[in-house]
Nanobody
Framework: VQLVESGGGLVQAGGSLRLSCAAS????????TGWFRQAPGKEREAISF????????FYVPSVRGRFTISTDATKNTVYLQMNSLKLEDAAIYYC???????????????WGQGTQVTVSS
């Protein structure tokens, strides 16, 4: 039972990346998948989640309009399309699964290992 993130890398400011969160051993359906990030010296923060039960989607203001969360049930994968990347988007990005549509970390029970996103000027 695990989540595996991929798709991170080095990108210039203004560029795009698509992160993937692939689940194995369980289904991402009928649950909430959240994306979090942690920049150096900062606390981890929730940036988006999707509730596959009702297609409820949330974004924090700092990424709204630039990031898009989506799911592919056939691949049991959740994606985070990140456009117009800024220097301040550089962080380790984590996906997590839980039963509650919330930005509160403690409600997410299964976490991936993270993928590094680096944004250069």
């Amino acid at each position: 039972v695990q989540l595996v993130e991929s798709g991170g890398g080095l990108v210039q400011a203004g560029g795009s990346l698509r992160l993937s969160c692939a689940a194995s051993g369980f289904s991402l359906g009928d649950s909430v998948t959240g994306w979090f990030r942690q920049a150096p010296g900062k606390e981890r923060e929730a940036i988006s989640f999707i509730n596959t039960r009702d297609d409820d989607i949330f974004y924090v203001p700092s990424v709204r309009g630039r990031f898009t969360i989506s799911t592919d049930a056939t691949k049991n994968t959740v994606y985070l399309q990140m456009n117009s990347l800024k220097l301040e988007d550089a962080a380790i990005y984590y996906c997590a699964k839980g039963p509650v549509a919330t930005t509160i970390e403690k409600f997410y029970r299964t976490w991936g290992q993270g993928t590094q996103v680096t944004v250069s000027s």
